[in-house]
């Protein structure tokens, strides 16, 4: 499954330990087992996965990938998969196309702001005759329904739901991959965290316009330095 937008690096992976029991891989290109096209070759997260130290339980996959090699693809999922580690996905800008089902390998899938998806039917090069033509499409045909199985298992859509999705090449923002399934989560920034719970706050100890005018005045007073208090707490 070629990738639609090319994403090119130098650095395109990435992999680090934050800690004994935290690593780190970062997939910020095109998925390709070839130097010529491709930046990230399922042989070589193999290589990194078995370089890990065994005390590591947790691993972080950043992805921004328009995509790439259908089979390159999944071996990368399979091998996350099967990885003893919790698997937590971060989309950080793009997980297009075969770089969607890697990210359905978390067991978390964490979707940033301005992030967007994008699935769609598998499609090669070919030529030949009529036979060799005709069994080019029955792989794809034999491609796509695995892509809609892996999709299903993680969002529990329907076949038919997901087959037009792929067939009308579908693009999703946060919230409409998170309405979908497709991720688990959205990321909030601390800014969002400590908004969330100023809200919330508000809600629940709102002064009573009932009050006193002079109590109530107080009461403004005392949460307003409440608010303030919560936001200095999130900028440190």
Do not use: C
């Amino acid at each position: 499954m070629e990738g639609l937008i090319n994403i090119r690096s130098k650095d395109a992976f990435k992999v680090k330990n934050k800690s004994q029991t935290k690593a780190e891989m970062v997939f910020y290109g095109d998925i390709g087992p070839w130097e010529d096209w491709g930046d990230i070759s399922a042989n070589l997260v193999d290589r990194e996965l078995k370089k890990l130290p065994e005390t590591v339980n947790e691993l972080d996959v950043r992805i921004n990938s328009g995509g790439g090699d259908v089979f390159e693809g999944y071996t990368i999922f399979n091998r996350l998969k099967q990885h003893k580690a919790e698997v937590t996905v971060y989309i950080d800008g793009l997980a297009a196309s075969i770089a969607s089902i890697i990210a359905m390998a978390g067991d978390k899938i964490v979707m940033g702001e301005g992030a967007l998806m994008m699935i769609h039917k598998p499609w090669t090069w070919a030529r030949g005759d009529s036979n060799e033509l005709e069994s080019t499409i029955e792989r794809l045909l034999d491609i796509e329904e695995q892509l809609v199985n892996t999709y299903k298992k993680k969002t529990g859509l329907d076949r038919s739901e997901l087959k037009a999705m792929l067939a009308s090449e579908t693009w999703m923002d946060g919230d409409q991959a998170l309405e979908k399934g497709f991720v688990t989560e959205l990321f909030q920034s601390e800014e969002s965290i400590a908004a969330s719970a100023v809200d919330k706050k508000w809600i629940k100890r709102r002064p009573n316009i009932k009050d006193g005018n002079v109590i109530a005045k107080e009461k403004i007073s005392q949460f307003q330095n409440d608010i303030q208090k919560v936001l200095a707490r999130s900028k440190t």
